[in-house]
């Protein structure tokens, strides 16, 4: 048996099988990268792998109408945290924060910063934040990742009379020290429409942030709207900026939120114990 952890590789193992043709095949789709059709041999090697592996309903779906695969061989298997993610972010396991990072009120994001991925909503962010400033002046972004799209960022922010996010490159470093930052990161915001699963929901959730995300792709299977977080329609400020001004206003009420968001974690998405339909 032969897994191939992404559809590009699943040529790969359709080779193979010259040299071992009982062989099986599983391959794993993860989100975008089967949103639209595929090349002719990269559809071929999906088509003819035993076994489609799919971390959302919603990516599931996509394999299915996009690269024509029977639905019969596509299950649903939501990725997992590593079972020992809690040792990993606990104090003492990472250099501390970095002295820059800001005080105040800080709304987290993560994600690459290209002009390509744009569908990921940072932009959104920026333009809901003064709407926050008005009664708040002491909220701060904090966006985590890095690419060729912070100019473009930061030009935003100037236009719509924002405050410039701050940046921090080292992804790994920051969400590893996490708990350290409480309170100063209070939730976690990525109000994408292209997640198809969205693991950065996960990592957040198991600090016991509570995180909005788009109410789109799979996104929605992971937060629960009103009860780990809120779901909100991509490119609307507006209502972002509502979901935002509802965490801030009754930080008991976030911290229930992330509270649950904490235990759903640790029961659902922990292990990969089983595969579902």
């Known amino acids: ?48 792998s035993n076994l489609i592996l799919a971390p959302s309903k919603d990516t599931a779906e996509h394999v299915a109408a996009e690269q024509d695969v029977p639905q019969e061989r596509i299950r649903v298997l939501p990725w997992a945290l590593d079972p020992q993610f809690e040792g990993l972010i606990s104090p003492g396991s990472h250099p501390a924060l970095p002295a820059n990072f800001p005080t105040g ?19 959104t ?29 930061e030009d935003l922010a100037v236009a719509k009379r924002s405050k410039p996010p701050r940046a921090f490159p080292d992804r790994t ?12 990161a209070r939730f976690f915001a990525l ?23 788009g109410l789109h792709g799979g996104a929605p299977e992971v937060i629960q709207d009103g009860v780990t977080g809120y779901l909100v329609p991509h490119g609307d400020p507006i209502q972002l900026a509502t979901s935002l001004e509802t965490l801030l206003a009754d930080p008991v009420h976030a911290k229930e939120m992330g509270a649950r968001a904490k235990q759903r974690v640790s029961t659902s998405f922990v292990s990969m114990s089983s595969l579902n339909h």
Not at 22 to 48: F, N, T, Y
Not at 112 to 122: D, H, I, P, S, V
Not at 191 to 213: D, T
């Open 1 to 48: 048996m032969v897994l191939a952890a992404h559809p590009n590789l699943g040529l790969v193992a359709q080779a193979m099988r010259m040299a071992a043709p009982r062989m099986k095949s599983i391959v794993c789709a993860h989100g975008v990268d089967v949103w639209e059709p595929l090349g002719v041999l990269r559809r071929w090697a999906l088509q003819h």
């Open 105 to 123: 009120r800080v709304i987290l994001s993560v994600g690459r910063w290209l002009a390509t991925e744009r569908y990921k909503g940072m932009d």
């Open 125 to 153: 962010l920026i333009t809901a934040l003064p709407r926050l400033l008005t009664e708040r002046p002491e909220v701060q972004l904090v966006f985590v990742g890095a690419g060729d799209d912070r100019g473009w960022l």
């Open 173 to 184: 470093d920051l969400l590893g020290n996490l708990r350290r930052a409480t309170p100063r």
């Open 191 to 213: 109000p994408s429409r292209g997640e198809g699963f969205g693991l950065v929901y996960l990592e957040a959730m198991a600090c016991g942030k509570p995180v909005i995300g």
